[in-house]
């Protein structure tokens, strides 16, 4: 396998104007930790239970819920158990989820246990719920980032989605609190029937906050968002991406036409998979941990689960890395040069389609925008003909509309 370089570093770095180094650094960790298979990253649901009761939410459970499973919500000697064994298999950062973690009753003990074994700290939250004494907390010590999603710019849509107008007031002061302590934040937008009129709203809010948004149309099919769920909850995909490209192109001062022209006419040369298995974090040097204290490869993926306190840290994280070397390669996407465009989490995939290796058309360009592939794909064909196609790697394939503009792993 090969080894980082600089001149790695610096082939990632040629071409840009500006050249983020934390970004550049924290690429080059993922990329020695999925080799080394070290997980780099480790994920905490901390309990399943929420403040809000979004309708497509993939994991809340009610108290009642909960009580009725005949399980409990772990408390900080387990969660601690927990930070120390992604400490002994080599984790240095820490993101605490949920349901919403601040509700936890032990959220600020465990937090600052993990931030005071030096890990970095991370949490994902509704921003609903930050109180005075978290304020101190993130005073003495600082995450290194907090993900708040923005469920809409209306107590109307909070109401409607979450089934609690009355946060989205709190929520606003909040990010303006949290902001204003000079923490990192970052907004992200997950959009649903009842709260897809208020997207332009979100991400008008972001620019003028100068605040990264990370806006999803992409919800996850599983035991809690069921097929009828994903019925009533998905927005229109194209009105979707009509936002979201109006959203980058103001960002990156140019015309929506221009934007657009860019992105039905950019194809690249396929990126072959490195080795089989899965191709993202999950598995590789990420895991998540269920409220339940069961590891697993990352939070869209509900199997396999292994618990570490039963067989050790180390087998159950060497079992869940087997696991995710095992999973097939999504093979239509291997030789199709449309890759940086799509979605390809493989459990995205696996949550439409029930099986590993196919594609769920929802997220693949060539099914969503059949006549512009097609015409791409010939354009193509006739560059590689004429030899005209450059071999695009990892490194340099980051032109601006080059990349899924706004993918992430929700
Ligand atoms: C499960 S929540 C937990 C953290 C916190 N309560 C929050 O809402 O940000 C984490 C993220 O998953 C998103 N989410 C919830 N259900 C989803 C689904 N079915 N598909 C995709 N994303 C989903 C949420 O909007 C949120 O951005
Ligand atoms: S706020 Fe987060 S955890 Fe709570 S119901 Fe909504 S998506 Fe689920
Ligand atoms: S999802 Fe579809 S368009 Fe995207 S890379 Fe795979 S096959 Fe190609």
């Not at 991370?122 to 109180?131: A, H, P, R």
């Not at 006419?265 to 069961?294: D, M």
Request: negative net charge.
């Amino acid at each position: 396998m090969s080894k980082i370089s600089l001149y790695d570093l610096l082939s990632q770095a040629q071409g840009k104007e500006k050249v983020n180094m934390q970004q550049l650094y924290g690429d080059v960790l993922v990329r020695k930790s999925i080799q080394k298979r070290i997980p780099l990253s480790v994920q905490f649901e901390l309990l399943p239970l929420c403040n809000f009761s979004c309708k497509f939410c993939y994991v809340r459970m009610t108290a009642q819920e909960v009580e009725q499973s005949g399980n409990h919500i772990m408390r900080f000697a387990d969660w601690k158990e927990q930070i120390d064994g992604a400490r002994s298999l080599g984790a240095s950062s820490m993101t605490f989820t949920g349901g919403e973690c601040t509700i936890h009753p032990d959220f600020i003990d465990i937090y600052e246990y993990a931030y005071n074994c030096g890990m970095q700290v991370c949490m994902i939250s509704n921003g609903s719920n930050i109180t005075e004494e978290m304020l101190d907390l993130f005073r003495r010590c600082p995450p290194s980032k907090i993900f708040i999603t923005l469920y809409g710019m209306s107590e109307k849509a909070y109401a409607d989605t979450c089934g609690n107008g009355a946060a989205f007031e709190k929520v606003i002061q909040n990010i303006q609190t949290l902001k204003a302590l000079g923490i990192h934040l970052i907004l992200n937008y997950t959009a649903g029937k009842e709260n897809f009129a208020d997207m332009e709203a979100v991400l008008a809010f972001g620019r003028e906050q100068k605040m990264e948004v990370i806006p999803t149309n992409a919800l996850i099919h599983k035991d809690k968002c069921t097929a009828d769920t994903l019925q009533n909850e998905l927005v229109d995909y194209y009105d979707y991406l009509k936002l979201e490209h109006q959203h980058l192109s103001i960002l990156r001062g140019k015309s929506f036409e221009a934007f657009e022209e860019s992105y039905f006419s950019s194809f690249f040369e396929p990126i072959p998979a490195e080795e089989g298995g899965l191709q993202c974090n999950a598995g590789r040097c990420t895991y998540t941990v269920n409220w339940l204290g069961k590891m697993k490869p990352c939070a869209n993926f509900d199997f396999p689960q292994y618990d570490p306190r039963k067989i050790g840290f180390e087998s159950a994280w060497k079992k869940i890395v087997e696991w995710a070397d095992s999973v097939p390669l999504l093979e239509e996407c291997e030789s199709c040069i449309f890759q940086p465009k799509c979605r390809r989490c493989a459990a995205m995939h696996y949550g439409d389609m029930g099986e590993f290796n196919r594609v769920s058309p929802r997220f693949c360009f060539k099914k969503l925008f059949p006549q512009q592939a097609e015409t791409m794909l010939a354009k193509y064909e006739q560059l590689k003909a004429e030899g005209k196609i450059e071999s695009l790697n990892r490194w340099n394939n980051g032109g601006e509309e080059q990349t899924d503009p706004i993918g992430r792993c929700p």
